[in-house]
């Protein structure tokens, strides 16, 4: 069971920057997917950002240009690089990894960021 864990969350003025990171309890050169996803007070929670264990990367419409995941697999750790804030992204952000086949999802416990304006 991969546990993963985010932080670097917290309150950031609009058109400032964040850092976020997920720590896995194991190496996540075997999980085939790592993203970040949001959740916004009543709203659905939404693709923010995946990275494959390739270094494929696909970002959310709203998050593109602004937002850069990376990972480094030596610190089993992924990143999430946010910049050019604005309040709409205010939300809990997740990190997720998917691995093997059938795919088995793994989800932190997640961050909180606010954006104010």
């Known amino acids: 069971q991969v546990q993963l864990v985010e932080s670097g969350g917290g309150l950031a003025q609009a058109g400032g920057s964040l850092r976020l990171s997920c720590a896995a309890s194991?190496?996540?050169?075997?999980?085939?997917?790592m993203g970040w996803y949001r959740q916004a007070p009543g709203k659905r929670r939404e693709l923010v950002a995946i990275?494959?264990?390739?270094?494929?990367?696909n970002y959310g419409d709203s998050v593109k240009g602004r937002f850069t995941i990376s990972r480094d697999n030596a610190k089993n750790t992924v990143y999430l690089q946010m910049n050019s804030l604005k309040p709409a992204d205010t939300a809990v952000y997740y990190c997720?990894?998917?691995?093997?086949?059938?795919?088995?999802?793994?989800w932190g416990q997640g961050t909180q960021v606010t954006v104010s304006s």
């Open positions: 997720k990894g998917t691995r093997g086949w059938p795919p088995y999802d793994y």
């Open positions: 194991e190496s996540i050169s075997s999980i085939n997917i």
């Open positions: 990275i494959t264990n390739d270094g494929r990367t």
